[in-house]
């Protein structure tokens, strides 16, 4: 009996053993077999979109470089077509610009009135914008662009003085331009923010503040828009009035705007950067800014004499931007400055302007590279703590910024020759995205027969 029994066990030893094999062959041939996993990316600069010119106004957009493809924003039309120049006369409708070289530059002007300029910016879902107003001297409006073939729907919220405002929803028809007032978004309000955000579809939005008391005008700008909320904006490119534009017929005043989206309050210091130093003015330390209300403060300690930068830290993610009110004789005159993303490379086609250059940073080490209007090419190296400004020598072309460190942001600063009347300011942001998408893989092995 005890033969039979071993005889048994040993049988069912050799039973497992071989099941236990045959699931490790098994196992070993799926793995081996196993086909590794491809993925292929495909990389392209998204095309950015300048907006239409306003009604009585020469606009004008200014390429980096020739053979520029662009294409209009127009009802069964998407063709990009090869540019042999370097500037565009916009009229009625925007144009969409191939994602290549330096941020297209747009140019508004209104002779003896105003100057008011920005980049060119890509389609996306979502936006943020601090300025503007809605009283009865506000003709100011958001111009939507939808260059797609199938239409945008956009939820709008509103922010005031007053907190949260009504939310609204427009859409944007395919390949089509929409103005839209500010007044008729909502009436009689000083502080305005937006937020703005795609259900549908990508979008393209400007804010143009533009002003006016009967037949004066008051003065008009672009407001940039920015992404998301920070803990610490930085607004480098602001000034005051230097040189011969400072005299006693000229003046300037700033006003810094504040939005806290969510819905806790934020402590929040104000710092203002120049040659001079840095400093925080007289109660904007430990500010208490409350929740979902615009925020204007008057900057009575800034910079009237140079040009200058202001540093919001605050303990809640923060929305900011200074509002400079220039007067240039009798003539009035507005400019938006917006916060800037960290700087890397960043170049544009300035048509000539000869710009003010600001730049803050802990550790501020960059390269400026241009062309004057006088053909000579420049080359500056700046090297700084906390705050430094170049003023262009003559008129610049093209300009290339490379910053070498992490932690630096830059603007620029647009004033008028003596007897001119127009300024505006344009954050070193870059206008056009590097977006990545999976390439389909075809693989015959996924194909079975029935």
Request: proline content about 5%; overall charge positive.
């Amino acid at each position: 009996v005890g033969k039979m029994i071993k005889i048994q066990e040993i049988r069912i030893n050799r039973i497992q053993a071989i099941a236990i094999s045959a699931i490790f062959i098994i196992l070993l041939s799926q793995i081996f077999s196993a086909k590794p996993e491809i993925k292929k990316y495909s990389e392209n600069i998204s095309p950015t979109i300048c907006p239409s010119e306003p009604t009585g106004v020469n606009s004008v957009v200014y390429l980096a470089a020739k053979k520029r493809g662009v294409a209009t924003v127009k009802k069964g039309e998407r063709k990009f077509k090869t540019l042999k120049t370097t500037s565009i006369s916009m009229g009625s409708y925007a144009k969409e610009v191939e994602g290549l070289g330096a941020s297209p530059l747009v140019v508004n002007v209104k002779p003896q009135s105003w100057i008011a300029l920005a980049q060119c910016t890509p389609a996306i879902s979502e936006k943020w914008v601090l300025g503007g107003i809605s009283t009865i001297s506000s003709i100011g409006y958001f111009q939507f662009v939808n260059p797609n073939r199938s239409k945008a729907v956009i939820d709008l919220e509103i922010w005031s003085e007053d907190g949260k405002e009504s939310n609204q929803s427009l859409v944007i028809s395919a390949q089509s331009t929409r103005i839209v007032q500010l007044n008729s978004l909502i009436t009689n309000k000083k502080f305005l923010a937006f937020h703005l955000i795609a259900r549908a579809g990508r979008f393209s939005a400007v804010l143009f503040d533009e002003r006016k008391k009967g037949l004066k005008s008051l003065g008009a700008d672009f407001v940039s828009p920015v992404t998301i909320a920070r803990k610490v904006v930085t607004i480098p490119a602001i000034t005051g009035l230097s040189g011969k534009l400072a005299s006693s017929s000229n003046s300037v005043s700033h006003t810094l705007r504040l939005l806290v989206p969510a819905t806790i309050d934020a402590n929040v210091d104000v710092t203002i950067n120049s040659n001079d130093g840095n400093f925080i003015p007289v109660g904007l330390s430990q500010l208490d800014v409350k929740s979902q209300k615009v925020l204007d403060i008057p900057l009575t300690f800034a910079k009237i004499d140079q040009p200058f930068s202001v540093i919001v830290n605050s303990d809640q993610p923060i929305f900011a931007s200074v509002l400079s009110s220039f007067t240039y004789g009798k003539s009035p005159e507005i400019a938006w400055a917006t916060g800037a993303d960290e700087l890397k490379k960043w170049s544009v086609n300035l048509t000539g302007s000869r710009p003010t250059l600001n730049f803050v940073g802990d550790r501020i080490n960059v390269q400026i590279s241009a062309t004057g209007t006088n053909g000579k090419k420049i080359v500056k190296k700046l090297s700084a703590s906390n705050f430094v400004t170049w003023r262009a020598p003559v008129g610049l072309n093209r300009l290339e910024v490379t910053a070498s460190r992490d932690g630096i942001s830059g603007g620029v600063i647009f004033l008028p020759e003596v007897g001119g009347i127009g300024s505006s300011y344009i954050p070193m942001n870059n206008g056009a995205n590097l977006e990545t998408a999976a390439e389909p893989i075809s693989d015959a092995g996924v194909i079975s027969r029935g």
